[in-house]
């Protein structure tokens, strides 16, 4: 099992991205999925989660630009980067948590390598 992003790049304020997550063997089984971000000097934080039933949070920030989705039956996960602003620019990770939900990086076990996202004014 791994989780393994692309999609990344550099791309001007306003523009869009779709990230995407390999996911194998954590779609279907685990109990929350999700983004997270980390920008140079700031701590990790959450960008959005999709759970098992298919619910989604949103971190204010990216709430209205951004839509996570996930496809079990390819075990893929996605984020949908609308209307990009500069502080956007973020390494972006894809993590599973076998038992918890929400935002917090601590209750996610799994984690990708993380895809660069960079936004440009």
């Known amino acids: 099992d791994q989780l393994v992003e692309s999609g990344g790049g550099s791309v001007q304020a306003g523009e869009s991205l779709r990230l995407s997550c390999a996911a194998s063997g954590y779609t279907a089984t685990v109990s929350c999925m999700g983004w997270f971000r980390q920008a140079p000097g700031k701590s990790r934080e959450g960008v959005a989660t999709?759970?098992?039933?298919?619910?989604?949070t949103y971190a204010d920030s990216v709430s209205g630009r951004f839509t996570i989705s996930k496809d079990t039956a390819s075990d893929t996960l996605y984020l949908q980067m609308n209307n990009l602003k500069p502080e956007d620019t973020a390494m972006y990770y894809c993590?599973?948590?076998?038992?918890?939900?929400?935002?917090?990086?601590?209750?996610?076990?799994?984690w990708g390598q993380g895809t660069q996202v960079t936004v440009s004014s």
């Open positions: 993590a599973a948590s076998p038992y918890y939900y929400g935002m917090n990086p601590s209750n996610y076990d799994y």
């Open positions: 999709i759970d098992s039933d298919g619910d989604t």
